[in-house]
């Protein structure tokens, strides 16, 4: 059997830069094979503490790490103008070939508020969305191109620095219309945690999409973020995740809150067995190995894991020596 492929989560919102770089390296030396960077303005509660910028971390992750790397996720549809991500990407690809990748998404007003414009409900972001990946698309085939769309408007240009090979489109979906949307405009999807008859839905989606389009599903990566939270006792895991990631506990669409504050507000309310069934918590190394090899029986190519808590080096060394080694793919 092949050793999956399991990446570190660099949680941008709980680390500064220089700290989350050293914790990349740790973690490719402990196994983990590829990197997920969190594209963040704010972070969720003022607990967390940073939100440094995606782009410049990953571009010196990249030369401090050998595998892949790519934010999970950026969205190109407010804060920045889609050809500006489309020029972040394409530079990051031509300094590390084929190791990165463009994962997206519709967007949260936490962190895309912040330049004051309207913000829409859910089915336009999306829309808004699949407009941006239209025009990065077009950037990416290196012509000159404009755009004149219902959200977007873009005068004549092209990409100056532009890798041989334009990195892969992941767009992060967890509903039916949007998985099927990705499996027809982009090369493959990202997710998070869920009962299994919904993941099974998402594929099942994403997979109709891309047959629609003339594309094999088979050979599309599904990709899975996982949140957990691992300490030496089952007590202090609960304390972590309830102190330092509260927002994995709360049971509502997080999409339109604005303010790290609010969210520090509602994460009084948050208790233990808010957790339950949304993020494993446990002191037990095998308990977690047999929690993500069930995700990668489903079906998901890679998967990038996010302990909650501070104590990432202890944690990086104990999945690096007792959890990884066991996982297939």
Known sequence: MARAKIGYAAMLEQFPPAEVLDLCASAESAGFS???????????????????????????????????????????????????????????????????????????????????????????????????????????????????????????????????KAPPIYIATAGPVTAKRTGQFADGLITVGAPEDKIEMVFGKFAEGAREAGKDPAGMPKILQLHLSWADTDEQALAN???????????????????PRDFEQMATLVRAEDFNGRMLISADPEVHRR??????????????????????????????RDVLPSLTA
């Not at 949260?108 to 913000?119: D, Q, S, T």
């Not at 506990?249 to 339109?256: C, W, Y």
């Open 241 to 259: 995740a309830v102190s330092d990631w509260p927002n994995g506990g709360m049971r509502f669409p997080k999409q339109d809150i604005r303010s």
């Open 34 to 164: 590829g990197i997920m960077a969190a594209d963040h303005f704010q972070p969720w509660t003022p607990q967390q503490g940073q939100a440094s910028f995606v782009w410049e971390v990953l571009a010196v992750a990249g030369a401090r790490t050998k595998g892949d790397l790519g934010p999970g996720v950026t969205c190109p549809s407010f804060r920045m103008h889609p050809a500006i991500v489309a020029q972040a990407a394409a530079t990051l690809e031509v300094m590390y070939p084929g190791r990165t990748w463009l994962g997206l998404g519709s967007g949260e007003a936490l962190n895309e508020h912040i330049v004051g414009g309207y913000w829409p409900e859910a089915p336009e972001r999306i829309n808004r969305m699949f407009e941006a990946i239209e025009i990065i698309g077009k950037l990416f085939s290196g012509r000159e191109v404009k755009h004149d769309g219902r959200f977007f408007k873009m005068e004549t240009c092209r990409l100056w620095t532009l890798p041989e």
């Open 291 to 320: 929690e993500i090899q069930k995700f990668l029986d489903l079906g998901f190519d890679q998967i990038y894991l996010h302990n909650v808590g501070r104590n990432q080096a202890e944690w990086i060394d104990v999945f690096g």
